[in-house]
């Protein structure tokens, strides 16, 4: 995967940042927090395939041994060229940096996996320096590999310098069309932002992506599930969905943000 290697100084602290040259327009990601089986098949599959698919073990991390079933399952997802993000929890800075580690370590010795999706993660700058301390030992011992944080919300802007991608969205459809955007996020590329947005009914799929688009959204989740595991299949409207992603391609980037 082509990337534009950087270095970010703030605090007096320099922090890598890998640029992904993916994707000039749009690409699906898929939360895949359900077990191998039909459901990861059908993503693997889809033509185009995600981008991104996160795996989320334990609802926590890695777990404690590894399962044979998400090591096949990441070998067909990596073999159709699908990035896989190990799920590690960090629950708002409160979970110790060291069990993170491990989840960064066993995720590579079990499924041969090296990016990461940090979750639970803070928006203010008094967190900022524990996922600055993560992402480079992330980098440390993975070198090249991707993290992906996850606010849920656009952070202070200087956690864009910790995470190569970060999930400035994780709501409902209702609460997207209410989004601000902020004006610094237009001074990054699409493919450092991700969003997630659950509860869309059918008949606002296509609404809902093209708004992504015109907010810099590179890569794109959105379901109609919702309650406490939004995540737990792929939409009923998931062809579709592939489908009017891989079109936003043909549509002009930028714009002002909806």
Do not use: K
Request: with cysteine; proline share 7%; hydrophobic share 40%.
């Amino acid at each position: 995967m082509p990337a534009v290697l950087l270095l970010a100084a703030t605090g007096g602290i320099a922090v890598r940042v890998i640029l992904s040259g993916r994707p000039r327009c749009q690409e699906t990601l898929v939360p895949a927090y359900f077990y191998p089986g039909a459901g990861w098949i059908r993503a693997i599959r889809s033509r185009p395939a995600p981008g991104i698919m996160i795996i989320d073990i334990t609802s926590s991390g890695a777990g404690r041994a590894p399962d044979r079933n998400y090591a096949a399952a990441v070998s067909r997802a990596r073999a159709a060229g699908i990035m896989i993000l190990g799920y590690s929890s960090t629950d708002y800075t409160r979970r110790p940096a060291a069990a993170v580690q491990a989840d960064v370590r066993h995720y590579r010795t079990w499924y041969d996996v090296t990016d990461i999706f940090l979750d639970e993660v803070t928006t203010g700058r008094a967190g900022l320096a524990y996922y600055r301390r993560l992402a480079g030992y992330i980098h440390r011992v993975n070198p090249g590999s991707t993290v992906m944080l996850n606010p849920g919300a656009y952070p202070d802007e200087q956690y864009m310098s910790a995470g190569n991608i970060v999930m400035v969205f994780e709501d409902s459809y209702a609460s997207y069309l209410r989004l601000h955007v902020p004006r610094w996020a237009g001074r990054f590329p699409r493919a450092r932002f991700a969003q997630v947005i659950y509860a869309t009914p059918r008949s606002q799929l296509s609404r809902a992506i093209s708004l992504a688009l015109r907010r810099n959204a590179g890569y794109l989740y959105v379901t109609g599930r919702g309650g406490a595991n939004p995540y737990g299949s792929l939409p009923s409207y998931w062809p579709g969905e592939v489908a009017a992603v891989a079109a936003s391609c043909g549509q002009p980037a930028g714009g002002r943000p909806g």
